[in-house]
């Protein structure tokens, strides 16, 4: 059973903070990567992709890598209260199109 | 960028009545569409995969006679749900793969399915 694991939350940051989302993912050959924002009563929509180790930054998002490990995370500079809503790490199934989504973490930006 | 259509946002159906639901790639070709269910609170279940021109693929447990997909064209399915009970009220979400570019999946914005 290929499994993406997360934290359920919520994590409370305060506004201008750096918050932190963890994802880790079961299958070693896994390749591509993804992070995916989701308002309450909305669909997700995609915030950043990674295929290679390391870090990735768009603006103020920055996606971090390490196939060593099974882990991907996702970090938000400057937390603003519209980053509120739930984070979904998802791994694209390795030899196929699925994504196997993880339980998505519920972030909370205090102001 | 990418994006998707859903169409209805929301309906209001009768028990025993069928509902169809349409979701579009509006700026790109997408041979794989994929259709999603969620609960309130819960994560995305994927119900089935959709290929263009082919039957599609449904997850286990998803009953395929009930939640009927088309994947007619390169810029369409379809998921119609058959004989609609109020347990089926749930919020339906379709994605689109872009393969060329960044090849990644694009979600529609879903459509709220409530069965009286």
């Known amino acids: 059973q290929k499994e993406v694991e997360q934290n359920s939350g919520p994590l409370s940051v305060p506004e201008g903070a750096i918050a932190s989302l963890n994802c880790t993912y079961s299958?070693?050959?896994?390749?591509?990567f993804f992070w995916y924002r989701q308002y309450s009563g909305k669909s997700p929509e995609l915030i950043m992709f990674?295929?290679?180790?390391g870090d990735k930054e768009d603006g103020r998002f920055t996606a971090q890598l390490n196939k060593a490990s099974q882990y991907v995370s996702l970090l938000i500079r400057d937390s603003q209260p519209s980053d509120s809503a739930t984070y979904l790490c998802?791994?694209?199934?390795?030899?196929?199109?699925?994504?196997?989504f993880g339980q998505g973490t519920e972030l909370s930006v205090k102001p | 960028g990418a994006v998707v259509s859903q169409h209805p946002s929301w309906v209001i159906c009768k028990s025993g009545t069928s509902v169809k639901i349409e979701c579009r790639s509006l700026?790109?070709?997408?041979?794989?569409m994929f259709w999603y269910r969620q609960f309130p609170k819960q994560s995305l279940m994927l119900m089935a995969t959709?290929?263009?021109?082919?039957?599609?693929?449904?997850e286990q447990g998803v009953e395929k006679d009930k939640f009927l997909i088309n994947h007619a064209s390169l810029t369409l399915s379809t998921l119609t749900v058959t004989s609609a009970h109020p347990e089926d009220s749930s919020f339906y979400i379709c994605?689109?793969?872009?393969?060329?570019?960044?090849?990644?999946?694009?979600f529609g914005p879903g459509t709220r399915l409530t069965v009286l």
């Open positions: 959709s290929n263009e021109g082919s039957k599609a693929t449904y």
């Open positions: 990674i295929y290679s180790n």
């Open positions: 299958d070693r050959g896994s390749q591509s």
């Open positions: 700026d790109f070709q997408a041979t794989t």
């Open positions: 998802a791994v694209r199934e390795v030899g196929g199109g699925k994504l196997i």
């Open positions: 994605s689109a793969r872009d393969r060329k570019g960044t090849d990644t999946q694009y």
